[in-house]
């Protein structure tokens, strides 16, 4: 890796279905609350398959994409007072001001100069360097003696899990859950939701694979959805009552119908696909079931929380790691989480 | 009214569009846990009306109809400990058998063997006299010197825009609130929400009449949506932000869409219409605005609430009242009822 | 045992430091809403060593003693509907008529015409045969293959545990927790707080072997407080911020105190322990701390989640079990609890 | 007033029961995130007389005092994005970094590096112009066409009575409510209770022009407790039950000793007082009440929330104001303010 040159690698995305990984600048403060970061360790998420699709307008070609990853800090500008350079740190996927309505209700996904904008609007993680706007808000130590590739979780697949899933999903002691979406994000749901150990977490998918990891990783039960007969067999587990919290981690409208057909009265329904469609919300049948449903952009309020969860060995942030990479080889990297149902990744590391 | 015999007179569901006022039974303690109760103030509900239309299956003809209204005990089976004969009581319009698990989390709503039955699997309070089950759960004392006509309010009406619209949608001081749909349980969600000190509540409706009832029962400000703008209104009335809570009392898909464009990232869209077909959810843009989604049959839990602010004054229940009827004239109170556009009744009292 | 006859054997209280195993007359059906149960299994409580001390002027002597238990149910009353002859069933410790104004609260424990009743001032446990009022809302029916000997423990000391201290001190994942007294309802307390995964238990006693059984339930570290360095001790593990949540098992002065001490800026002091006087409160040093105290009589609200997390192995109930003794042998039984720091006993089990 | 010299007029503490008028140079920015205000308008509070008696050692001779106030932005540092000269602004009496972990939870009150410092351990309000750290979070746009003079009572006062009081009692619709005390805090109590709706709010105090002044501002009752029987009167109000919530507006052990007589089962004390000595806690009678004791330094989170309260007319924050003086006549205002019992002062506005 080179430090004493302006120039970097980068993975960068040329346009829908193009991406290459190219020299580029090294990026330099800007704004006084800026910091330069050193990347150690990124990753690549599902949204970042949605940008090569060409799904995400506000990406545009040029673009350096990842929004996850630890680092060093590399120089701070004149306005950041919690960190400095040497730290090691965890880059949050949202960019936080720390100063706006929605940062001071830590809906930090909403911040009205931030959110997700990383790999998005601004240059991102993939690369040998990143600038983090509002560093002190949108950084976090590294505690001594953390295992920094199980950190590089808390950036955005842990929190995703957690805040969309679990906490708004109200998963708590005794209660049943059923998580629709056995990849990544419905793993990360699953092995949070246990924290609140509820009496029962159902996980349904179509992939065996997937299913067979989710029992690993805590599942009581596994459906296979495939036969069309989920609904009737929840139904048949829960004595007709339905569950407590059905978290939605696929994003179609058929996953989310599913889980209008699970829930029962008083419970909830927690989504944190990303959609691309509407769907059909049943309010003749949902209208007197006293029912909510929740949607959240991660706001990554919990990464302090989750940290601690990490350092006291509640949760083992590592399983959800299945391959290595260098940056070098950051396409390879690319083809293997595309390919998930062959390659059985879940969250790849990819080290400069 | 005869007490000494036998028979009462009673309004009678008689399938589609068919209702008369005849001669019943008068009923008789069946189990342990019943009260007899002496009608002396009951109401129509816009649930009556759908009966009426053959929109409830669960209702059959020959059912009494009414779950509203107050009266005195006449009489009580062993079990019942909280009521004697002669006490001037409330119903509820659910009964709650106080023991199922529902019942013990105050979703009185869903008990396993009450719920809302009064009027629709049972005989109902448009009558002289009704068997209420479960009475030491289902009834509530009149507490000396309160208005027994405002009280007929808390059987249904105020605890559902209170419970369904203003708990339900986290009303709370500062905020800003929309209504959709200014009949009288819209009306009964903007009287209660003012509970809360929202900054701002919008009325929306198409019904000029309304929406004059919605600014003299404290509305900030009306929307007529008859133009097809009032998202538009309502986005530059908000500098873009949208409501905190939209509370959609209607129970169509226009109007739930509608609440779905106004309602603020972290916002709740609070459904209390009794809705006959599904809706488009727009998860593709909601998926990730933080926002929530509740239904609700109301449960009736807040009424000791209700008394209480009642009885202080802080809330003045009778406006909801625009007419009186006697029980021999119920068939003239059903017709203003139904035509409250020309009529401009909200909720009718009948008297035997 | 002798079910055919109207004796059976019981142990009374004879006024403060006398107690004696002797026969009685079988309790009969009073209420209607009472039912008749046949104990299988019982247990001692702290609480009873307190009523033969002379401390609770409630309980007058002439009382059977106890207020837990598992058992069958014998003969209803007429008002019963949800328990029948046969049904096995655990034995709440309060008393819940289901209807008054706490019992809508699910606050039992005030219940105006229950809550802490049996063994006190009504018939207890520590007999063959005891009467239940309101059966309906005090007696939970015991899922078919659940261990019944574990359930004993959801009578009281597990929901104290978990309500009064666990509940009420806000525990969450990511916490730092110090419970003092590691007594049976510290250890309750240690064990329900593992359902919420807070990063760190810190148990504190003056017993070693109950320290030691505290780490064997899952703390994380435990302080022997006889040095009197215990406050020194929590700040330098806790980086000088304190705990987040001080649970207070014991009931004396100095330990409360010592909660005053630990607690973090934002933290709660969740108290479970009797009271025997009142202790010093620094509010000049707490009262810009941003505290909770909290105090709470066990409500036994959560015991349906409770036997969800037995039955789901999310908790190991039978862990406070030492001993088992015949009802024969209650007095036997008696003191071994009461010696506990030589017979190590937690809780003992006693079958007629 | 000059603006154009680097002298400017300051209330300055000599020491105890010293303070005096002085020329002060003007502050300058010192760090990028500061910003320099011209003050408009300051006022005196309770604590500002606690500092000239010596009662707070934080606070050394030579301070500027005060730490409230409404102004003009005069310059920014660097790295302050929110505000530039000429916006009108309202300075919170606490300082917050918007980084900490503190901050990050909204308790801005135990910030790191902020906190109360302003007229504490940094110079404050009164003085011609003062310089706030932390700009950004730390002031408050005032919108267009907002009195101003009310906005004085949002730096301190009323979010203090609001959160300390108000939103720690869970005051909630219907409830019952006692307040000890009726000086400025516990009106600003009074005042920001009623967003809630209570049914019945209780004045204590023994002064009767306070009491007079507690009816004028909105309480059902008001009790002077001079004849030692308040404690017998609210059980008599309150059917022998107790009060839902207690607030606690003085800060001497008999205050809160009398909340802990009158607070019913499940209710809640919320203590705003200034405590100097420890308090008895009667746990002897209060273990088993499902009580919360609840403690708390202003966070001033709720300004923008009582901004929009009093935009929308939902509150009078003026009825506060009684007097009005020149910066030059500041001594004549703290001896008017100081005393209260013959001035009738509430909160005094100073103009430079």
């Not at 040329?14 to 020299?23: E, I």
């Not at 790999?119 to 360097?129: K, L, R, S, V």
């Not at 299913?211 to 596994?222: I, V």
Request: charged share 20%; proline share 5%.
């Amino acid at each position: 890796m080179i430090t004493n040159t302006n120039v970097m690698r980068a993975l960068v995305y040329q346009g829908p279905r193009k991406k290459s990984l190219v020299d580029r600048p090294k990026p330099e403060i800007k704004e006084p609350t800026d910091a330069i970061v050193k990347i150690t360790k990124t990753t690549i998420c599902g949204t970042d398959l949605h940008i090569l699709k060409g799904d995400v307008a506000s990406c545009q070609p040029g673009r350096i994409l990842g929004h996850e990853g630890v680092g060093i800090v590399e120089q701070v500008g004149i306005a950041v007072t919690a960190f400095k350079p040497g730290d090691h740190i965890l880059i949050s996927c949202v960019t936080a001001c720390g100063k706006c309505d929605y940062c001071r209700r830590q809906m930090y996904s909403h911040c009205t100069t931030g959110g997700w904008i990383l790999g998005n609007t601004i240059d991102g993680t993939q690369a040998e360097f990143v600038r983090i706007p509002y560093a002190d808000t949108s950084l976090y130590p590294i505690p001594d003696g953390t295992d920094e590739e199980a950190v590089v979780m808390l950036s955005d697949i842990l929190p995703t899990g957690f805040e969309c899933g679990v906490l708004n999903g109200k998963v708590a002691p005794g209660n049943t859950v059923a998580i629709i979406g056995a990849g990544p994000v419905g793993l990360a749901a699953l092995l949070t939701a246990q924290f609140y150990s509820p009496a029962e977490i159902i996980m349904i998918d179509l992939d065996e694979n997937r299913l067979e990891a989710a029992k690993r990783f805590g599942a009581a039960s596994t459906i296979n959805s495939a036969d069309g007969r989920a609904v009737e067999t929840i139904r048949k587990m829960t004595c007709d009552r339905g569950v407590d919290t059905a978290i939605e981690a696929v994003g179609i409208p058929a996953t989310f119908e599913l889980c209008e057909q699970i829930v029962a009265p008083g419970g909830v329904i927690a989504n944190i696909g990303v959609h691309g469609n509407k769907v059909d919300l049943h309010l003749e049948k949902l209208w007197d079931r006293n029912i909510s449903i929740t949607t959240r952009l991660v706001d990554t309020s919990t990464i302090p929380t989750l940290f601690k969860t990490v350092a006291s060995h509640k949760i083992d942030a590592k399983r959800l790691i299945t391959h290595h990479f260098r940056l070098d080889n950051i396409l390879e990297a690319y083809a293997t989480f595309d390919n998930a149902s062959k390659s059985k990744a879940l969250k790849v590391i990819i080290e400069p």
